[in-house]
Nanobody
Framework: QVRLVESGGGFAQPGGSLRLSCEAS????????IGWFRQAPGKERQGVSC????????ITHNSVKGRFTLSRDNAKNTAYLQMNSLKTEDTGVYYC??????????????WGQGIQVTVSS
């Protein structure tokens, strides 16, 4: 019943932009910290950014600081990751997470299925 469904991924050129969406259902979205993580082939899952229930950004990874923006619309049970100035090293599978705790870790309560982002010239 709990669902986190990512969308908006795909292909972008270096310097381009993509907006990922994470639509949630089956739980009280507005009580959960929402995170975005990513995983490149052969690498560990990496935290990108997390946002608290009221819209306060908890943390943003240094590698995306100034380029990625995390936001949420509680009325729509949806979180967004706006990705600008994309680099080839941003390529990977991006996952949405939900955690009842006010933290940003890989131990989140719920996870989406992941969505591919490919940045290439």
């Amino acid at each position: 019943q709990v669902r986190l469904v990512e969308s908006g991924g795909g292909f972008a050129q270096p310097g381009g932009s993509l907006r990922l969406s994470c639509e949630a259902s089956g739980f009280s979205f507005n009580n959960y910290t929402i995170g975005w993580f990513r995983q490149a082939p052969g690498k560990e899952r990496q935290g990108v950014s997390c946002i608290g229930p009221t819209g306060k950004v908890i943390i943003t990874h240094n590698s995306v600081k100034g380029r990625f923006t995390l936001s949420r619309d509680n009325a729509k049970n949806t979180a967004y990751l706006q990705m600008n100035s994309l680099k080839t090293e941003d390529t990977g599978v991006y996952y949405c997470s939900a955690d009842f705790r006010p933290i940003c870790t890989s131990g989140a309560d719920y996870w989406g299925q992941g969505i591919q982002v490919t940045v290439s010239s």
